[in-house]
């Protein structure tokens, strides 16, 4: 995406403002996210961005090329939403049941904490990581719990957590 120029040509603008129009091909920082056009001062242009390929000479070709890479890039986030839409309202109508060791008062001798929560979903078939799973700290206690998960930024659930004795032997 980047535009290779010849040995001593100039980048130049196209009016006399001192501003030149670039294509961003990454994320520069105080300055804009890929794919955006933005109007920087010829020297900032000429001396950095173009040469350490973070941007390009925003040319017809090139705001087509992006836009129609921003159309595909926006089809396949509402694709993915939807299918992780479909994941939340089945983990929602399920139930997570771990077993831990436990006294007389329902204390446990360790703790349940997020990691221990995504694996019984994984081992469902779910697919969450303990990074989803918003939990203000470790269960400590026997007992029903209601536990948060952020699938995404605007995807939220919620599944239930029992947390049961386990079974001795005698």
Known sequence: MVVKRKRGQRIRSKDRNGGIELLLAEDVDNLGEQGQIVRVKPGYARNYLVPMGL???ATDANKQMVESHRKRQEELM?????????IADKIKDYSVTLEANATEEGQLYGSIVAADIAKSLQNAGYPV???HIRMDGPIKGLGMYTIPIELDKQINTEVKVWVVPTASIK
């Open 129 to 131: 990581d303990a990074s």
């Open 55 to 57: 941007a390009t000479v």
């Open 78 to 86: 509402v694709a993915r939403r939807k299918q992780t839409k479909a």
